[in-house]
C-alpha cells in the first residue's frame, strides 16, 4: 500500500505578510512542491489500469484528474503569468471540465499515464520558472502571488476530489493505513446560543480568497442556536432506527422524490451485518461504523430529513460563518474559528493526515469563539442556503470558477473535510454541489430558531 505522510502539511499555508519578494518565492514554491507531492501520492497508489478506469460515472478517471491538474496550471501560471507559447494546445479540449462531463471523459482520447506524468513535470518547470522572473506586483493577477495561489488550491482541490475517487473504487485497500485521529475529548454542552446582531461575512483582506469569497459585507441575524458539534453516526443511527428513511414527514418534497426514486436507506457506504450492527467501508477496508464519529456521505436531503426528525433545521451559510468567525469580545470577524493563526494538528482534522473525521470533542483548541467545535475539517457541513454571489460579487478572474454556477439548486457546503488541505480552506471559504450527491465527504449540523426564554436568559447573563 501506498504511504500517505506525503500530504501532511509542514509549511505555513497563505503568504504570511510582510514578506520580501524574494521569501514570497521560496513559500509559493513550497506550496506547489507540496501539492504535486499529494497528487503523486494519489495516483501511484494504483496500477495504471486504475488510473485510466472510471469507478463511478459522478468521478473523472484519475488520469484525467492529473492531466487537468496540469493544464490549469499551464493556462495560468505558463501561459499567462510565464508568457509562454502553449506546450500542448492541441490537448485543451480534452481537460476542460466544461466541454465533457465526468461520466464522458473515460472515452476521450486523453494522455497515457505516462505522457500524463511527463506533461505535468514539463509544466511544473516553466511554472517554476515563470514564480522565479514574475515581479508579483504590478497586475492584479499576480499581486501577492495571487494565481499562484489559486493553483494551489485547484490542485489541492483536485487531490480532495481524487481521494474520493479512491473511496469509490473497489478492491483492495491501496492507501497506507493512516495513524488514527486524536480520541474524543470532554464534551461540553449539546448547543450554543448565537446571540442576534450584526457580524461581517466574507472577506476583503485575504491575499489568496477567491471571487465567491468577496467582498466583505455586513449581515444581520436573529439569534439563533446551533450544535456545538456535527452530527454523529450514532446519533444519526437513531434516526435510521426510528424509520426516518419511511416517514414521509420528515422530508421536503424533492428529498423524498430523491430517497424513493434512489433507495436511500443509510449514508453512503454504510451495511448491515447478521447482528443488525452497522458497518462502513473506507477506502476498501470493511469495518464497524464509529458511534462518535460526525457522520459523512450523507446528501443535502439526508442532513434536511434528519434535522426535520430532531425538531431542528439546517443553519444558514451566514448563521454558520457568525458561529465560526465572529468575537463578540472584539466584534470582528476570525480568519479561522480559532483566531488568526494557521492550521495545525491541534487545531483540526485536516490534510488527509487521518482519512477519517475524529471524534467529536478531539479538538478543543479549534473551537470558535462562542465554543462551537470542528467547523474546520472532519465533514464538509451541508447548509440550507442556495449557490448565490455576495453583495457587490466581482468576478475574477474567469467565471468559470463561481459566477456560472450561481442559481439552480446548488446547496452551499462550509469548513472543509479530513481530505481538505490546509492551504485550500478558511472559515470564509465556500464550497458548493447539488443536494444529492454523497461521495463527497459531507455531513452537518443542526441549528434552531432561539427561543423567547434563552434570548432573554442571555441578556441577563450579559450584565
Not at 520558472?129 to 492584479?140: C, F, M, T, W
Request: aromatic share 10%.
Amino acid at each position: 500500500m501506498t504511504e500517505i505522510s506525503a500530504a501532511t502539511p509542514t509549511a505555513p499555508l497563505q503568504p504570511p505578510a510582510g514578506l520580501g519578494v524574494e521569501e514570497l518565492r521560496s513559500h509559493v514554491a513550497g506550496l506547489l512542491e507540496r501539492s504535486r507531492a499529494r497528487s503523486t501520492v494519489l495516483t501511484e497508489a494504483v496500477d495504471e489500469a486504475d488510473l485510466v478506469a472510471q469507478h463511478s460515472p459522478l468521478m473523472s478517471p484519475l488520469v484525467w484528474d492529473l492531466a487537468h491538474i496540469g493544464s490549469q496550471e499551464e493556462l495560468w501560471l505558463v501561459r499567462d503569468v510565464g508568457g509562454h507559447e502553449p506546450l500542448r494546445p492541441e490537448i485543451d479540449g480534452l481537460y476542460d471540465a466544461f466541454q465533457h462531463s465526468r461520466a464522458s471523459r473515460v472515452d476521450l482520447p486523453l494522455l497515457t499515464p505516462p505522457q500524463t506524468r511527463a506533461y505535468v513535470a514539463e509544466v511544473r518547470d516553466k511554472a517554476l520558472d515563470a514564480l522565479e522572473r514574475s515581479p508579483l506586483v504590478g497586475r492584479r493577477l499576480v499581486d501577492q502571488a495571487f494565481a499562484f495561489g489559486m493553483i494551489v488550491q485547484h490542485e489541492q482541490q483536485h487531490d480532495e476530489t481524487m481521494l474520493a475517487t479512491h473511496q469509490l473504487r473497489a478492491g483492495a485497500p491501496v492507501l497506507h493505513a493512516a495513524p488514527p485521529p486524536p480520541a474524543a475529548g470532554p464534551r461540553g454542552p449539546r448547543e450554543v446560543l448565537i446571540p442576534a446582531g450584526r457580524f461581517v461575512q466574507g472577506t476583503s483582506t485575504e491575499p489568496w480568497a477567491l471571487d465567491n469569497e468577496r467582498p466583505a459585507h455586513p449581515v444581520e441575524l436573529p439569534a439563533f442556536v446551533i450544535d456545538a458539534y456535527p452530527v454523529t453516526n450514532g446519533e444519526y443511527a437513531e434516526f435510521i432506527e426510528d424509520g426516518g428513511y419511511d416517514d414521509r414527514r420528515w422530508w421536503t418534497e424533492a428529498g423524498w422524490k430523491h430517497r424513493t426514486e434512489a433507495g436511500l436507506v443509510a449514508p453512503q457506504f454504510w451495511e448491515r451485518d447478521g447482528s443488525d450492527s452497522w458497518w462502513r467501508r473506507r477506502f476498501g477496508v470493511l469495518e464497524r461504523v464509529p458511534a462518535d464519529e460526525p457522520v459523512v456521505h450523507v446528501c443535502f436531503h439526508e442532513a434536511a430529513a434528519y434535522a426535520a426528525w430532531s425538531g431542528k433545521r439546517l443553519p444558514t451559510e451566514p448563521e454558520w460563518e457568525k458561529a465560526a468567525r465572529h468575537d463578540p469580545a472584539t466584534g470582528r470577524s476570525r480568519r479561522y474559528p480559532w483566531g488568526d493563526e494557521e492550521p495545525t494538528a491541534l487545531h483540526a482534522n485536516l490534510g488527509q493526515r487521518h482519512l477519517q473525521p475524529a471524534a467529536v470533542g478531539a479538538y478543543p483548541r479549534g473551537a470558535s469563539a462562542y465554543g462551537v467545535h470542528q467547523m474546520l475539517g472532519d465533514v464538509w457541513e451541508w447548509t440550507s442556503s442556495g449557490w448565490e454571489p455576495y453583495p457587490g460579487f466581482e468576478m475574477f478572474p474567469y467565471p468559470e470558477y463561481s459566477q456560472v454556477f450561481f442559481g439552480g439548486d446548488y446547496r452551499v457546503l462550509r469548513g472543509g473535510s479530513f481530505g481538505t488541505d490546509p492551504s485550500a480552506i478558511r472559515a470564509t471559504f465556500r464550497n458548493w454541489d447539488h443536494p444529492i450527491r454523497r461521495q463527497i465527504f459531507s455531513g452537518f449540523r443542526c441549528a434552531r430558531d432561539a427561543t423567547s426564554r434563552e434570548i432573554g436568559e442571555n441578556a441577563v447573563g450579559r450584565r
